[in-house]
Nanobody, 123 residues
Framework: EVQLVQSGGGLVQAGGSLRLSCAAS????????IGWFRQVPGREREGISC????????YSTDSVADRFTASADNVQNMAWLQMDSLKPGDTAVYYC????????????????WGQGTQVTVSS
């Protein structure tokens, strides 16, 4: 079965860093990619980054590209999101999910979601 288990969230001061982890059991990284999303209460999920082992590539939206780095390891079946220079506007619940990076970061094109982890950035 496919199961994504997340960890690494927490409370951090503005300018600090966090690394989120996504343990992607049952996911074939030769076929599927890992996307990263975040959601603020009352707002739709926002796709922010994606990592493709198949294509040896990553994608990030402009709002985070200079600060966040997605990575993955096909042997460990793990994905990570390194977040640096965090801002209060980054406060959200962060999710990893299975999909295809080349299709774009629309949440409705991803499935097998992780449980989410809260990231709170204080000013």
């Amino acid at each position: 079965e496919v199961q994504l288990v997340q960890s690494g969230g927490g409370l951090v001061q503005a300018g600090g860093s966090l690394r989120l982890s996504c343990a992607a059991s049952g996911v074939n990284f030769d076929v599927e990619d890992i996307g990263w999303f975040r959601q603020v209460p009352g707002r739709e999920r926002e796709g922010i980054s994606c990592v493709s082992i198949r294509d040896n590539s990553t994608y990030s939206t402009d709002s985070v590209a200079d600060r966040f780095t997605a990575s993955a390891d096909n042997v460990q079946n793990m994905a990570w999101l390194q977040m640096d220079s965090l801002k209060p506007g980054d406060t959200a619940v962060y999710y990893c999910a299975v999909g295809a990076c080349w299709l774009g970061l629309s949440a409705d094109r991803f499935g097998n979601w992780g449980q989410g982890t809260q990231v709170t950035v204080s000013s």
